[in-house]
Each structure stands twice: as structure tokens, then as C-alpha cells.
């Protein structure tokens, strides 16, 4: 058995579970991408129509954060695109264009028009780029002979190309998409698969994801640890915050998406202040937010260890 080496422990493990977007790859640079070009189809398509997506709806249809270009540049953890499956996401699109005014069959026939132009441009321009400290790791880990299997909301088919585009497919033993499953995270049933083809018990494997969905599936399949990746997740805190427009306070007044961002802001510069007195960083506090079934959190792959027990 393998000990995980993590700042908050230890844990013998015989083998290791990781999520795709946002865990292995950069999600903004896979999924900013696809975000982008399927809601510029999406806006596109529906002015043939003589209908008009409300700029409004743009950061809330997926959960993105965009600059003023309209460029995203941030995801709510929480929110459909980064926990949601595919099917998911074109049922949430599909309902806006329905909302809009056409009929559901138009609407599902838009949707998948937009999902092929998105789809073709990542074929074609490739956007992936690995976590940092991603190689190291998955080398120490392969130098131990740990099994390793990928368990991601995304479909397998897509996976497995966003794993050779990155140069990583070798690693993994087994590639469980949502497509391979009755129930998608948080649900247990791809951690249980991924444990099957790789032949151990849940409670010997080890889980890391970068959203509670992953540490939720984590934790109703009885595996041995979640650990959470936290790279830039206070960014993410507020994105979460915005996205989901506005809010009632307890006084009855209504609180903007802009203003729970900056009482979001404020209170991490609070947390922050806490944080430098406990001795963590604002993003670990940012961390506990976003990711609290966790048993663990890291910054990134370089506070990870593997190592074999001795017996």
C-alpha cells in the first residue's frame, strides 16, 4: 500500500480517483473556450430568429465570470458548468430558448447546432493546458505503480481526447465519464465503477477534485480521503457569489450580483486578515467555502507525496 503524503496528513491508499477539469487541466483554458464560442452560437442563432438572449443570462446559463470583452476568465465551482453533465448543461440551454419564445424541439435543435460549433473548435484549436505540478505527481505515482483512473462529468469519449491532447492518457488505467453511470456526481456511482476496474475497495482510494460534487461523490462512495485542489479559488468565491444574481437580505432589500461581490471582497480581505494571523492563505480560507465535505486541501500538486509504507 501507498502512503498520500498532504500538509493536513497521511493516508495509505492503494489508489487514486482524480476528476478532469480543474483537477488535471486548467478549466478556464478548455471550458472558458467551449463557454464562449457555444454562447456566441448560442446568441448568434437566436438573433436569426429575431429573438434576443439577455446579456444578463450570459454569466448565469453556465456559471462563468467574463470580462468586459466577454472573454471568461473565472467558473463558479458550484455552479452547472463545472459540476453539471453535458446533457445538463443543453437542457439548462435549451429551457432559455424555449423561455425565448421557441418551441422545445427548436430549442433542443439550436442547442445541439451550438454544441457542434463549440465542439469543433476545440477539435481544432486544442485549448488544454495541465495543472501546475500535474507531471510530477502523476510520475511519482506511476513510479509507485499506484492505479489511477479518472472519474469526470464530462463523457468519455471527450475525456479521453482532452487526456491525449494534454499527453497523459498512459497514466490511467480506467477513464469513467458520466455517460458510463445511472447518476453523475455527487453521486457515488463513478467512484464505485473506477474502483471496480481498477480492483480495490472504495475505503483504499483516495479522491481529488477541485468542486464539493467531487468530494461529495467521494464521500458517499467511502473512500479513504477527498482532497480538495484550491489553486485561484478566491476567485472562484466570488464568481459563485455573482452568479447567482440577486439576492434578499434580512432586512428585505435587495442585494445586487455586484454587491454581494464586493460584501464577498470585504469579507476576504476579513479572512484574510484571520488567515494571516492562523497562519493560512486567503485561498485556503476561500477553500473551506467552496470545498467543505474536504478532508484535506492543497494549493496545487506540489504539496502532494507519495510514498511506500513501510511494513
Not at 453556465?62 to 459540476?83: E, F, S
Not at 474502483?195 to 483516495?206: D, I, K, T
Not at 459563485?240 to 444574481?245: F, I, N, P, V
Amino acid at each position: 500500500m501507498i502512503e498520500l503524503n498532504t500538509p493536513q496528513g497521511n493516508y495509505p491508499v492503494s489508489a487514486i480517483l482524480f476528476d478532469k477539469d480543474g483537477t488535471l487541466l486548467q478549466f478556464v483554458s478548455l471550458w472558458g473556450s467551449w463557454g464562449e464560442c457555444f454562447l456566441d452560437q448560442f446568441t448568434w442563432r437566436l438573433e436569426q430568429r429575431g429573438l434576443s438572449f439577455p446579456e444578463q443570462h450570459r454569466a448565469s446559463l453556465l456559471g462563468t465570470v467574463h470580462d468586459d470583452a466577454g472573454k471568461i476568465t473565472d467558473y463558479d465551482r458550484n455552479g452547472p458548468l463545472a459540476m453539471g453533465t453535458m446533457s445538463d448543461l443543453y437542457a439548462i440551454a435549451s429551457w432559455q430558448g424555449y423561455s425565448l419564445g421557441l418551441s422545445w424541439a427548436e430549442a433542443v435543435e439550436l442547442v445541439d447546432s451550438c454544441r457542434n460549433a463549440a465542439d469543433a473548435m476545440l477539435e481544432q484549436s486544442r485549448p488544454v493546458r495541465p495543472l501546475p505540478g500535474l507531471a510530477p505527481f502523476l510520475d511519482a505515482c506511476a513510479a509507485q505503480g499506484i492505479p489511477m483512473a479518472v472519474v469526470t462529468a464530462d463523457e468519455t469519449a471527450s475525456a479521453e481526447s482532452h487526456l491525449r491532447w494534454l499527453g497523459i492518457r498512459q497514466y490511467f488505467t480506467a477513464v469513467i465519464g458520466t455517460d458510463q453511470v445511472e447518476r453523475g456526481k455527487p453521486f457515488p456511482d463513478m467512484a464505485l465503477l473506477a474502483c471496480g476496474r481498477l480492483g480495490v475497495s472504495p475505503a483504499e482510494a483516495a479522491v481529488i477534485g477541485d468542486t464539493n460534487g467531487d468530494m461529495r461523490m467521494a464521500k458517499a462512495a467511502g473512500t479513504a480521503v477527498a482532497i480538495g485542489i484550491a489553486g485561484g479559488i478566491t476567485a472562484g468565491l466570488a464568481a459563485s457569489t455573482a452568479a447567482k444574481g440577486p439576492a434578499v437580505t434580512a432586512g428585505g432589500m435587495v442585494q445586487t450580483a455586484a454587491s454581494r461581490v464586493t460584501a464577498t471582497a470585504d469579507a476576504a480581505g476579513s479572512e484574510a486578515a484571520d488567515a494571516g494571523r492562523s497562519g493560512l492563505t486567503a485561498d485556503m480560507q476561500a477553500a473551506g467555502a467552496l470545498l467543505p465535505d474536504a478532508d484535506c486541501v492543497v494549493s496545487s500538486y506540489a504539496e502532494l507525496g507519495v510514498r511506500r509504507m513501510v511494513r
